[in-house]
């Protein structure tokens, strides 16, 4: 059970909009920057959002993250079949010392 | 080229040591931070264990607290993860990722992973 929560899975249709859930606390989410992680099977994570809501270059603009309290969110717009990935959601606790991801969300598009 | 290789996994038994390196390029271990993630198969990403980029600030996660070692050689621009007492459920692809602050941040580089598993 992990600290921060993300849904298992959402699906979408190409073109689509879907919007991914990273619920936490006020000793990590609450009161730290939150990043975004995508990882296709087999391969390694990849930076898609940092501190909230930048994306890193390479990142096109189809991706978008938020925050608001203790939770954050990411979206993803114009769904592409290469989009298929599991994503992870990860940031800081102040209470725990110690860096937390959630669960992890398999998209399917 | 900045990026991380990682080394040192295998197929070990319950109860014995395994120590993984990451060797760095590219930048100096002095201005980042270092984590070690872990991932079981079919898993998500587990935090292991961070050294921050003064050597100062040590964390681990409590599943490996007492058991892990996180270290680091700045002059061979390598870290280590020292494993004693492994056990089954440490069977795990064990990554290094860059972290941009002290500790927190964001991991904007990782290295390919190294398997670890532990079989009797």
């Known amino acids: 059970q992990s600290v921060l929560t993300q849904p298992p899975s959402v699906s979408a249709a190409p073109g689509q909009k879907v919007t991914i859930s990273c619920s936490g606390s006020?000793?990590?989410?609450?009161?730290?920057?939150v990043s975004w992680y995508q990882q296709v099977p087999g391969t390694v994570p990849k930076l898609l959002i940092y501190?909230?809501?930048q994306r890193p270059s390479g990142i096109p603009d189809r991706f978008s993250g938020s925050k608001s309290g203790t939770s954050a969110s990411l979206s993803i717009t114009g769904l592409q079949t290469g989009d298929e990935a599991e994503y992870f959601c990860g940031t800081w606790d102040y209470r725990l010392n110690g860096w937390l991801f959630g669960g992890g969300t398999k998209l399917t598009v | 080229q900045v990026q991380l290789v990682e080394s040192g996994g295998g197929v070990v038994q319950p109860g014995t040591s395994l120590r993984l390196s990451c060797l760095t390029s590219?930048?100096?271990?002095?201005?980042?931070?270092m984590h070690w993630v872990r991932q079981a198969p079919g898993k998500g990403l587990e935090w292991v264990a961070v050294?921050?980029?003064?050597?100062?600030?040590?964390y681990y996660a409590d599943s490996v607290r007492g058991r892990f070692t996180i270290s680091r050689d700045t002059s061979r621009n390598i870290v280590y993860l020292q494993m004693n007492s492994l056990r089954h459920d440490d069977s795990s692809v064990y990554y290094c990722?860059?972290?941009?602050?002290?500790?927190?941040?964001?991991?904007?580089?990782w290295g390919q992973g190294t398997l670890v598993t532990v079989a009797s």
């Open positions: 501190d909230n809501d």
């Open positions: 990722a860059r972290i941009t602050g002290a500790v927190a941040g964001y991991f904007d580089l």
């Open positions: 050294i921050s980029y003064d050597g100062e600030n040590i």
């Open positions: 006020s000793t990590n989410i609450g009161n730290s920057y």
């Open positions: 590219g930048f100096s271990l002095i201005n980042y931070g």
